[in-house]
């Protein structure tokens, strides 16, 4: 019994969830249970929804109907958003953007256990390899020494699920590289919960152990074995599609907007 | 110009109105410096500028009802941040929206003034600033101001920061990114109606936003921005009012030469800021 009782602790849980703006329905009857450790990519094209769940597992859109749960709360969250140009004069070094992770949310000037604090943060940096440009604007950074630090900084407050929108968007093959397997990392040792949202799954189909894939309404979750096929998609997205396997990579071919590019934010600008 | 000797200086420092400008301009310093890279990091300097102008609107109108200046700019400083830090929800519209708040409200100022028919001396402070503007009641009301404005201010620091630096993140991790917005425009607009006493309202932005863009210039730690620019604005207060006093001009004269002087040493400084690799 307590094993099946650990087995049904999951870090993310939808009930039949249901996302709709008026007349049109996002997604419904979603049910979806992310078990601790357990890493699940979100696919499916632009305005399926993909980053409306995201918003909703932070707690800044409404479902509605169904419930959801995110074990610990929000402050037991970390977020990776897309990468994004910065103001290359922003006063900001990477030390400050990953201790901003830590204790950011905190009211009140922050002076009392200064030193733990800055431990953390230090571990934080060089777990993602970081250290050496800790101490540079972050503006002056590339892209992948960026995304690192988005990686250090959501980690660094210890989260128990980690939500990543796009990450990778915008980085080299060899940075995808490193993020991927950073948050890769993660997962299997600390068994953070990951959700995924990409456009693109092959640079991460290794790591995959579930997809949920969004079309107008719609949506399996499986293994990429299972929902990655010509039949599972050709229905999703209701006309005929051909998923071809070339090597270890994926290719979705035919439908329209199958593969989009299109970058797009959690948060509005503001 | 009459340039004063140092005994008559020292003579100067005995006034009461000498001395209650010297701990405006020291207390505006820490106020204006402390604010000023959050000022930058947020890209307000116009809103600023709207502001401090309104500040004159509200002034205007309290001398025609017979009120406390001091009173009356902090009033149509407070209106006007709300205004600004309500209407503006998005980066895109805030220029905008204060070019539209601030042509409306200075020409209420101006009718404000014409209606006036006495104390035509003020008129003219309440725009570039007067040393004898400064009275014990006005020094009152801005350090009282001053600390409530700094109390706020550390108890919103960390979330203010998160939000002005990083507001995708900051909001997913629950941060009231729009309250915090509001908040701060307050903030701005109390600091703003008060540094119009001293400096006026055309010239507000070389306390606020000059020592915080410089020191941006020179550091990318937020912590030591902010301590950069309190100390470059509280020298271009201080030693911009002793020149004033001693060379017998304007305090604002001063005050912006000092402050863009600085500035142009930190560009210099800063300019070929590069990675260390």
């Known amino acids: 019994m307590t094993a099946q009782l650990t087995d049904t602790r999951s870090a993310v849980s939808l009930r039949g969830a249901r996302l709709a703006y008026g007349d049109r329905v996002l997604w419904d009857g979603l049910d979806l249970d992310v078990a601790p450790g357990e890493f699940v990519a979100v696919l499916g094209p632009n305005g399926s929804g993909k980053t409306s769940l995201i918003r909703v597992l932070l707690g800044l859109q409404k479902l509605s109907g169904g419930t959801v749960r995110v074990s610990g709360g929000n ?131 290794p790591l995959v152990d579930r997809v949920l894939y969004l079309v107008e309404g719609r949506f399996r979750i499986g293994a990429p074995a299972e929902v990655m096929t010509s039949r599972t998609l050709s229905e999703l997205y209701r006309t005929n599609v051909e998923v071809v396997r070339v090597r270890d990579q994926i290719h979705v071919v035919g439908a329209q907007h199958v593969c989009e590019d299109e970058p797009h934010h959690v948060v509005g600008e503001s | 110009m009459d340039v004063l000797t140092w005994q008559q200086v020292v003579e100067l420092l005995r006034y009461d109105f000498v001395r209650d400008m010297l701990v405006a301009g020291a207390v505006l310093g820490l106020l204006a410096g402390v604010l000023g890279p959050l000022v930058v990091t947020r890209k307000m300097a116009f809103a600023v500028h709207g502001t401090s102008e309104l500040a004159f609107t509200g002034g205007a109108a309290a001398l025609l009802i017979g009120v406390g200046v001091g009173y009356g700019a902090l009033v149509g400083s407070l209106v006007a941040a709300l205004l600004l830090g309500l209407l503006s929800r998005r980066d895109s519209d805030r220029d905008s929206v204060i070019g539209a708040i601030l042509a409306f409200g200075l020409g209420l100022g101006v009718l404000f003034l014409h209606l006036n028919t006495e104390r035509t001396a003020n008129k003219f402070g309440l725009l570039v600033g007067q040393v004898v503007s400064i009275g014990s009641t006005d020094l009152w009301l801005l350090v009282s101001a001053s600390v409530a404005v700094l109390a706020v201010l550390a108890f919103t620091w960390r979330p203010l920061l998160f939000a002005s630096v990083d507001p995708a993140v900051a909001v997913a991790r629950g941060v009231p990114v729009r309250g915090l917005a509001v908040v701060f425009a307050v903030l701005v607009g109390v600091a703003t109606a008060l540094s119009v006493q001293i400096v006026g309202a055309l010239l507000v932005l070389s306390l606020m936003i000059t020592p915080g863009a410089a020191a941006v210039r020179i550091t990318a730690s937020p912590v030591r921005a902010t301590v950069l620019a309190v100390v470059f604005a509280e020298v271009s207060a201080l030693v911009g009012m002793a020149l004033s006093l001693v060379l017998g001009m304007p305090v604002s004269v001063f005050v912006t030469a000092v402050s863009f002087l600085i500035y142009l040493v930190c560009r210099l400084a800063g300019g070929n800021r590069q990675r260390a690799r």
């Open chain 1, 75 to 205: 402050r037991r969250i970390g977020y990776i958003p897309q990468q994004r140009a910065v103001d290359d004069t922003l006063t900001l070094r990477g030390r400050d953007l990953v201790g901003l992770g830590l204790d950011g949310h905190n009211w009140g000037m922050g002076m009392r256990g200064r030193r733990p604090r800055r431990e953390r943060v230090d571990a934080a940096l060089a777990a993602v390899g970081a250290t050496r440009y800790a101490d540079e604007p972050v503006g002056l950074l590339s892209g992948g020494e960026q995304q690192r630090l988005r990686v250090a900084q959501a980690l660094v407050g210890d989260p128990e699920v980690l939500l990543c929108d796009e990450p990778l968007l915008s980085l080299d093959l060899h940075h995808q590289r490193v993020v991927s397997d950073l948050i890769d990392a993660r997962r299997r040792d600390a068994g953070t919960a990951v959700l995924f949202v990409t456009h693109e799954i092959n640079p991460v189909l």
